[in-house]
């Protein structure tokens, strides 16, 4: 998955954008390791498709930083096995760590770059929050077609 | 040592989240490095096949809008030809002064563009000719509409292009008919305007004139069509003029490359500036 999440965002969701901005894959999936697996793991992983997706790209220290501290962030939404938590509970878990994650590392990288020579305001506060909700919309469909049933078990 | 070891296990998640920072600033740091230069160009050429291969779809179904895209720039380039040809005669006598050895049309290096990227995080262009194709760093890339950009990065066979709409991207560039010299950028914004610098308010720039690349730019070849004056507001010392750009980048498919313009002597007297005194 580490593999292929990447290569999916670089071909395929990268290209779906609106008003410069399209839904992100890898953060889901690095909320999704988060809840299952813990804040060690979604930041190694964040560390891992940062440099995948950073050699695609062309900007790879940017991309590690950014999906490094994206695993980080998601890492504060991790369930314990022994919570006994329900799937909607995770479900809340997993749309929370995507907005957090997926705001901060689009806050990140607009500090970092700017091709655009966007205002930081505008692209922060703005794309910043518009990302995260396609992004969020994204992790409802997934949720709906493919998590629900992972996170059930 | 055992309050050591007890504070390494206890917080290793966030000695962790330091230790890969630290690498990623250290990337970023040295991201001019031979060895990450390595990495991203086989990126790039990774990226751009991929991009090839999936475009190539869309392409073949876009080949009836594309050819009438074609056939328009044909009908334009043929009333160029027929308005040339009557100006020939008259021409013929200052052709020794017009003939400029830095252009050379046989030159040129057609190209398709493969990969186009305009968003927040990337803006850039890629073409599928490379090193293999003569392809070099800092040659022009332009239609015949004008120019599109500057050749960042070379592999072997494909080429990332800085577009002119990039906050990076400067050029030099004259007015065909007031000769007004000044440097275009791209500030943001509109992606069809952008903006000159460093018109002298003294100069009888016009509106509607038409802005080309000059001999100044230490890239481009001379006479490229960069666009067309659309506003000018004067400033204390300047002007600040908006220009509308002479290409389309939303529908930006083939491309040409022109040969490098190899001045180094121009380049080094430009950057030596060891005498103290003020260089324009």
Redesign the interface.
Known sequence: MLGIVPLVQEFGLSRLSLFGVSPDAITIYLAFIALIAGQRSSTSFGFASGIIIGILSGNIGLNMLVRTIEGFIAGYFHIPDSSHSTTKQKTRRIYGAVVMAGFCGNAVFAIGYNPLALSPLYRIAVLGVLESFLTLILAVILNWLFLRKSLAD | MRKFFSFFINY??YL??VV??S?????????NDDF?TK??N???E??AL??EK?GSYSYLLNLQKENDRLMQVNTDLLSRVLSLETAATDERNRQKILADTTINASKFTLARVVER????????LVIDAGWRNGIKKDMTVLTPEGLVGRVTSVTEHYA?VMPLI??DFKVSVVSDKSNSMGILS????REFIAHVEHVPISSHLALNEQMVTSDFSTFSIRGVPVGRVVSIKPDKLFYTVEVRLAVDFSSLSQVLVAPLKAEPEKVEISSDNSTGEPFF
Not at chain 2, 23 to 31: G, N, P, S, V
Not at chain 2, 186 to 189: H, I, L, S
Request: charged content about 15%.
């Open positions: 290793n998640t962790l989240f890969y920072c690498i990623a600033l250290l990337f970023m740091k040295l991201q990450v990495l991203r086989s990126g790039m990774f990226t991929m991009s999936l990227r305009f968003s927040d995080r990337e803006n850039m990332r990039h906050p791209w500030n943001g914004g």
